[in-house]
């Protein structure tokens, strides 16, 4: 498969973790994204949910994607979960990238933050630094599986 298309191995387990093609939360990733917004709000810093974010949202939303070897180890697609003072250090980071960030969901074992650019990559915004997950959530869902170890997201700053 392409970058653009997940693996047989990425779409099995997605599959098994619920999410089919063509799936769309639809009002359900539009409330999330609303609840996002508002709390970043709230906390002074505004959020812009890039199109990338957006589609995700809607795509894989609410899903939660177990690591096979260990469900302690997931990614938790709902972006509504975060900490306070998050909003900053997203901005942050998006500053650093030179690309707005949304965020798209959380890890489940430390709580870090999910996020996407406006050119559909992903990003991890952890306690110990920002971090590079892939180049799309095909690319970012494969290095999860895998194992991948993640840059730091300073190797893309521009």
Do not use: C
């Amino acid at each position: 498969m392409g970058p653009d298309q997940p693996t047989l191995e990425v779409r099995d387990w997605l599959a098994r973790s619920g999410w089919t093609p063509g799936r769309d939360i639809g009002e359900q990733a539009e409330e999330l994204i609303r609840v996002r917004m508002q709390d970043a709000e709230r906390q002074g810093v505004p959020l812009t949910p890039v199109p990338a974010a957006v589609r995700i949202v809607h795509t894989f939303g609410l899903l939660r994607l177990d690591h096979p070897t260990s469900p302690r180890f997931a990614w938790v697609m709902k972006p509504t979960i975060g900490y306070e003072g998050d909003a900053e250090e997203i901005q942050e980071l998006a500053s650093g990238l030179g690309e707005q960030l949304f965020p798209v969901g959380y890890e489940a074992a430390e709580g870090g933050l999910l996020l996407v650019d406006e050119k559909g990559r992903f990003f991890h915004l952890h306690h110990t630094g920002g971090y590079y997950l892939g180049q799309n959530e095909y690319d970012a869902f494969s290095r999860f599986l895998l194992g991948v170890d993640d840059p730091d997201a300073e190797d893309y700053f521009v």
